[in-house]
């Protein structure tokens, strides 16, 4: 297996325009999970969903962040309108049960800057 | 709420010396708890975690991890670290009871001189 696959790896894009970010997960993974890792904040956990099913949203920051997962291979998660305080890299992961009960995988991230 | 908390944001070590990365967690039960290799430009790698059992864990890349519940720690350790161990390191708890997600700490990058 190829491993989680997220696109673009980088975005720049000028503020106001709307950013969608894309994952396809491992194959046969049950749960996916979108991260933002920043200097100031760390990995924060955005949404998880489970089967396709959002389970968790908790910690998207505000409205104008959007995640959808339409079927077991492909997840986005969309920012309209972006901000610069947006900029950040965002990981997408995948894994077999939930991550406390086997390894999440990570893919390699797409780094995100609006300007 | 879980929690976790590296002390250390920057380590710099020799080649070839000893490495200890310190994590310690808040959580009311018995938390499952996990670190993770970051190198740059790269998603996070699984070292090694623990659920329950010998609370000395061994990893990959001959990384191991103590869980010490008195202590509320789960510090990381290698006996002789090489050049390509340069990365940052993640430590996380999860807890089924708090959903099946994993809280991070604030990672440790660790630079390694010749």
């Known amino acids: 297996d190829a491993g989680v696959i997220q696109s673009p790896r980088h975005e720049v894009t000028e503020m106001g325009q709307e950013v969608t970010l894309r994952c396809k997960p491992i194959?046969?993974?049950?749960?996916l999970f979108w991260y933002r890792q920043t200097m100031m904040r760390g990995l924060e956990l955005l949404i998880y969903f489970n089967n396709n099913v959002p389970i968790d949203d908790s910690g998207m920051p505000e409205d104008r962040f959007s995640a959808k997962m339409p079927n077991a291979s492909f997840s986005t998660l969309k920012i309209q309108p972006s901000e610069p305080r947006d900029s950040a890299v965002y990981f997408c992961?995948?894994?077999?049960?939930?991550?406390?009960?086997?390894?999440?995988?990570f893919g390699q991230g797409t780094r995100l800057t609006v300007v | 709420a879980q929690s976790v908390t590296q002390p250390d944001i920057h380590i710099t070590v020799s080649e070839g010396a000893s490495l200890e990365l310190r994590c310690n967690y808040s959580?009311?039960?018995?938390?499952?708890l996990f670190w993770y290799v970051q190198s740059p430009g790269q998603g996070l790698q699984l070292l090694l975690k623990y659920f329950s059992g010998d609370t000395l864990v061994q990893g990959i890349k001959g990384f191991e991890a103590e869980f010490k519940r008195s202590q509320s720690s789960f510090n990381l350790r290698k006996p002789s670290v090489h050049w390509s161990d340069a990365a940052e390191y993640f430590c996380?708890?999860?807890?089924?009871?708090?959903?099946?997600?994993?809280?991070f700490g604030g990672g440790t990058r660790v630079l390694v001189k010749p």
């Open positions: 996380a708890v999860g807890a089924r009871a708090a959903g099946n997600k994993l809280t």
């Open positions: 194959s046969g993974h049950d749960y």
């Open positions: 992961a995948s894994s077999r049960q939930g991550a406390v009960n086997t390894e999440a995988f």
């Open positions: 959580y009311g039960a018995t938390p499952y």
